[in-house]
T-cell receptor, first 112, second 111 residues
Framework: DAMVIQNPRYQVTQFGKPVTLSCSQT?????MYWYQQKSSQAPKLLFH???????NEADTPDNFQSRRPNTSFCFLDIRSPGLGDAAMYLC???????????FGPGTRLLVL | SQQGEEDPQALSIQEGENATMNCSYK?????LQWYRQNSGRGLVHLIL?????REKHSGRLRVTLDTSKKSSSLLITASRAADTASYFC???????????FGRGTSLIVHP
């Protein structure tokens, strides 16, 4: 049974056209994370939520926003995608910060 | 900044051989985690080892932690072609519990 679900699995957008990626979880975990991973690189943390508390990494571009309307769902909004934003976007959850993370399958974003 | 750094960056072995990869980190930790990522997929948690533990096992996986050397190792015994993947260590840094990931070790197991 899928525990962390990401939709869509593949997303194609145009340069500058806003795009939203979604993540849902059935684990009822407190913490949800968004990572950006480019080819052959480490997953880079963009932000995380501890319940409703939003924590933005210092080097996350302003172009990236997030919403967590309830425990189960979290969204990543890219307001004006650039070519450099093409990447795999990974959502993860954990029951507490720093504990085992459960990852979704990722959404691969292509910017044309 | 990255806390964990894996070594080697790439490892190529034959099926049945053991694979060892290492992770070094810079600051004190609460725990250290190892993950596997198959090509183009999400990460899968393998083992979490806490700072007061020295060794943990899970099936064919063995993880050690040496806090005096700020390093950890992941051993995969009797490797299989299905073990082909990238392996990442992750740990918190600078007093934060939020884990950051190293660049990973790319393991190829030839059948």
């Amino acid at each position: 049974d899928a525990m962390v679900i990401q939709n869509p699995r593949y997303q194609v957008t145009q340069f500058g056209k806003p795009v939203t990626l979604s993540c849902s979880q059935t684990l009822n975990h407190n913490v949800m994370y968004w990572y950006q991973q480019k080819s052959s690189q480490a997953p880079k943390l963009l932000f995380h939520y501890y319940d409703k508390d939003f924590n933005n990494e210092a080097d996350t571009p302003d172009n990236f926003q997030s919403r967590r309307p309830n425990t189960s769902f979290c969204f990543l909004d890219i307001r004006s995608p650039g070519l450099g934003d093409a990447a795999m976007y990974l959502c993860a959850t954990s029951i507490l910060a720093g504990e085992t993370q459960y990852f979704g399958p990722g959404t691969r974003l292509l910017v044309l | 900044s990255q806390q964990g750094e894996e070594d080697p960056q790439a490892l190529s072995i034959q099926e049945g051989e053991n694979a060892t990869m290492n992770c070094s980190y810079k600051t004190s930790i609460n725990n250290l985690q190892w993950y596997r990522q198959n090509s183009g997929r999400g990460l899968v948690h393998l083992i979490l080892i806490r700072s007061n533990e020295r060794e943990k096992h899970s099936g064919r996986l063995r993880v050690t932690l040496d806090t005096s050397k700020k390093s950890s190792s992941l051993l995969i015994t009797a490797s299989r072609a299905a073990d082909t993947a990238s392996y990442f260590c992750a740990t918190g840094s600078g007093g934060s519990y939020i884990p950051t990931f190293g660049r990973g070790t790319s393991l190829i197991v030839h059948p």
